[in-house]
């Protein structure tokens, strides 16, 4: 599989080391607004061809999928540039700004025939298959609530204080919470009640959410680009609880029982850069004749959005044009 890179930044050279350590897939070029920046990026990362133009780099017949890094805020019109132009494209976390874009995105992924995928690593590890082995083995009991953080000093990052860039914690932090969640809750969710500090520039700088279920069952969530935090995932059940080592790319699962003792420790299979399993699962679904691989499909994609917009309602978070 030949992979075109849509933007030339810090996330898009770690897809270009992954897809060039693979075998069946390959970084065959880069594109960027800045022709030398592109040109540079490609050397560096031994990419046979770099763009100065993103219209230019979708139009190249050798390309098969494209990866789009840029800011969530051009993550709509940058996949609907990769559809129109007869690409599978897979993006970057968040899909979209708000779930109106993704419906939008998902909608044309189907008239096309092509793939759109999010590109939300967590959804595609083998310890997401690992921890549901783990909690339908009933080690822990039944699981009642559970608790993750994810918290990053990145206040000082442009896109994470620009409301043009689809700034905030919650669309660069939050969606992983969230995805932890739904993966191991899923999405029958009663309601959510959350609260926020804002940056003076209008979007999160950190929040607290508590999901409540339908059958009684409590997600605790945190998300804080002002601190470093632990990035811990704990499951709670009544014969004992698990923690997830890292929920951003979980590194081992640690089972512990009622006297606070681990019983069981399960690690993370080895990985290039844990984003090899996405470009699998691209590979896989086009294989398929799929616009959605099953890891990460359409529903799930708008719903997440959907909780996000429900959140940001809350706060009175709006980005520019919605």
Not at 111 to 120: D, P, R, T, V
Not at 287 to 301: F, K, L, R, S, T
Request: charge should be negative; hydrophobic fraction near 45%; proline fraction near 2%.
């Amino acid at each position: 599989m030949n992979i075109g890179i849509l933007g030339a930044g810090h996330i898009a050279k770690k897809m270009a080391i992954t897809a060039n350590k693979m075998d069946g897939a390959a970084a065959c070029a880069v594109a960027s607004r800045d022709a030398s920046k592109a040109a540079s990026f490609a050397k560096e990362y031994c990419i046979e061809k770099a763009y100065g133009s993103y219209d230019d780099m979708v139009r190249d017949s050798n390309i098969d999928l494209v990866y789009v890094a840029t800011p969530h805020s051009h993550h709509y019109e940058h996949m609907k540039l990769c559809l129109n132009n007869g690409k599978h494209v897979l993006c970057e976390k968040a899909f979209t700004l708000n779930a109106a874009q993704a419906e939008e995105i998902c909608a044309l992924a189907r008239q096309k025939g092509l793939l759109a995928a999010e590109a939300i690593w967590t959804r595609y590890l083998p310890i997401r298959t690992i921890l549901n082995e783990v909690l339908a083995s009933g080690i822990i009991g039944t699981p009642s609530s559970l608790t993750a953080n994810l918290c990053h000093v990145v206040n000082t990052k442009e896109r994470l204080v620009n409301p043009a860039l689809g700034g905030g914690a919650l669309l660069d932090l939050g969606v992983y919470t969230i995805n932890f969640a739904l993966m191991v809750f899923g999405n029958d969710i009663k309601n959510i009640t959350s609260s926020a500090v804002l940056f003076d520039t209008g979007v999160d700088a950190q929040e607290s959410m508590c999901f409540i279920y339908n059958d009684g069952k409590m997600a605790v969530l945190h998300n804080s680009a002002l601190a470093k935090g632990d990035r811990r995932g704990m499951i709670y059940g009544d014969r004992g609880f698990i923690e997830a080592v890292n929920i951003n790319n979980c590194e081992k699962l640690l089972v512990y029982d009622l006297e606070h003792n681990i019983v069981k420790t399960y690690d993370a299979p080895a990985q290039i850069t844990g984003f090899e399993y996405e470009i699998l699962a691209c590979q896989r679904a086009i294989a398929a004749g799929a616009v959605e691989c099953p890891e990460m499909p359409h529903a799930e994609i708008i719903r997440v959005m959907g909780i996000m917009d429900s959140l940001r309602k809350q706060w009175g978070v709006v980005y520019p044009g919605e």
